[in-house]
């Protein structure tokens, strides 16, 4: 029985290019658009065994597989062409992680879904470039990792060392990096360097509640846990020199740190808080949806106005708090080497979202429309000539940076002109889990893995050891087979990788 279902399941995904395949109509009731995902045959057998056995245990609590989430966004009131699944996509709450979705602003029965940006609002990755190389870090490479983890609060309810009152903290919802520039934590070009110059304008701290407030104030520029990490990291391979060049990458081995992490406490609130007010919108407002977890609301009407206006103050908090991160960073790597931060050179490359939803302008069938694009678990990879993208990266496309799993390699890429037209300008985020968490921690043992990061000359402090088998990298999927089907789409081009040679986590 399970097979048959499976079987009629599948007449519905149609491979339509060497790594694309359609979600036609017909999947799940009342979809408007088709869906789209791209992976390579690699990735493919874990999207398809995840759907398989979803129909082998139908009654199975958890999530539904990650097409199945794709094609229920395709249903949502309002989305534009496609509703679309990155290589690295994976089941998440609501919509799956990796799934890209526009809605037309100007169609008054669209939705804002929070869902489609998760519970970390804009968590995202920035690239800190040095003019170290690894023979200079090599030696104290023990020293600078345990420098760095006492200098960057780390792990599970961690609190910041940058003084903030509720007042500074009012600022930074509103003013996001321009608070950073204002307190001294940021240098003026690392502004230029950020997704949205580090500030969505339309933030609103009266939108963030109490509890949100009081969960955000303490944790203003620390890690946290799960998957978020600091890696110092040296370039392996260079793709595209002159792409690289313009971002200050000119060799191999030259030493440069990745920091990725969100809106901590602060945004998981906003999102709960949301979630709770778009059920109750959804009776009034007339709007029925496949799966609860897609509880949404008008864009236009006050429940979609108040949390867009929450979730920019909270992706503000966490454009500060990766500054405050980088403040700390470059004092760790000061101290090290006995150096200024400047005289070593260590500029922000870029900072990219990864969970957001934003208003933007895109071409549909050859005019300009204002979507509100939703990425959740994607990427924002703007192509060469975009006004929003900075003056350095005009000529390359925007730095996309993908990070991997612990361990193993990242890679930077740039944007391009397909990836707009097919992906409302986007692409993947990393590597995508292929086990769970509870998965992970029941087959890994965190010596094992902690012993074969030490193996390959990795560093490592971890604040949790017991929890890193959740982020092992058997618990992910192949970054470089999800970067290669980017690459291969053409919605995004290779630049250069990058391996770690030291790893910090909660």
């Not at 799960?226 to 890696?231: A, D, F, K, Q, V």
Request: charged share 20%.
């Amino acid at each position: 029985m399970s097979a048959a279902r499976f079987d009629q399941q599948v007449r519905f995904i149609e491979q339509t290019g060497d790594v694309q395949y359609a979600i036609r109509k017909g999947f799940v009731p009342d979809m408007r658009v088709e869906g789209k995902f791209f992976v390579n045959e690699a990735l493919r057998r874990l999207v398809f065994e995840e759907l398989e056995h979803h129909c082998a245990h139908p009654g199975f609590a958890g999530f539904l597989p990650a097409v199945k989430q794709v094609a229920n966004v395709a249903s949502l009131p309002g989305i534009v062409k496609h509703s679309i699944g990155m290589p690295d996509i994976h089941s998440g709450y609501g919509f799956a992680i990796g799934n890209v979705a526009a809605f037309d602003m100007d169609d008054p029965l669209s939705v804002v879904s929070p869902g489609g940006v998760g519970f970390d609002i804009n968590c995202g990755v920035r690239l800190i470039r040095t003019n170290l190389t690894l023979k200079d870090v090599l030696p104290v490479k023990e020293q600078l990792a345990q420098s760095l983890f006492d200098h960057i609060p780390v792990g599970v309810g961690s609190q910041g060392v940058i003084p903030t009152t509720l007042g500074d903290l009012d600022a930074a919802l509103e003013l996001g990096i321009d608070w950073s520039l204002r307190e001294g934590y940021a240098w003026a070009e690392d502004k230029e360097h950020c997704e949205e110059y580090g500030r969505m304008l339309n933030a609103d701290p009266a939108k963030v509640s109490s509890r949100a407030r009081k969960r955000g104030l303490p944790q203003l520029g620390t890690l946290g846990a799960g998957n978020h990490y600091i890696e110092v990291q040296v370039v392996e391979e260079i793709y595209d020199k002159f792409a690289a060049s313009k971002m200050g990458i000119d060799q191999k081995n030259q030493v440069c740190v990745f920091i990725h992490s969100g809106s901590r406490g602060l945004g998981h609130q906003v999102a709960t808080d949301a979630l709770q007010v778009m059920e109750k919108a959804m009776a009034v407002q007339n709007i029925h949806i496949n799966d609860r977890q897609l509880a949404c609301a008008r864009i236009s009407s006050e429940e979609g106005k108040w949390y867009l206006d929450g979730m920019a103050a909270a992706a503000n908090y966490a454009f500060v708090n990766r500054q405050s991160m980088t403040f700390l960073v470059r004092q760790a790597f000061a101290k090290q080497f006995e150096m200024s931060p400047d005289d070593l050179d260590m500029h922000l490359v870029y900072d990219v979202s990864h969970n957001i939803a934003k208003v933007e302008e895109h071409l549909v069938d050859g005019r300009p429309h204002r979507l509100l694009v939703h990425r959740k678990g994607s990427t924002r990879a703007f192509p060469p000539h975009h006004p929003l993208i900075p003056v350095d990266y005009q000529f390359t496309g925007q730095p996309v940076l993908i990070g991997g799993t612990m361990g193993t390699c990242s890679y930077v890429l740039t944007g391009t002109e397909r990836g707009m037209s097919e992906c409302w300008g986007s692409t993947c985020h990393g590597a995508g889990r292929a086990l769970s968490r509870n998965k992970s921690r029941n087959n890994l043992d965190y010596k094992d893995v902690l012993a074969k990061l030490a193996s390959q000359g990795i560093s490592i402090r971890v604040a949790s050891p017991k929890l890193v088998m959740e982020e092992a990298p058997e618990s992910y999927k192949d970054v470089t087979a999800v970067v290669d089907t980017c690459h291969a789409a053409g919605i995004s081009s290779k630049c250069f990788k990058l391996r770690p040679i030291a790893v910090i986590k909660g």
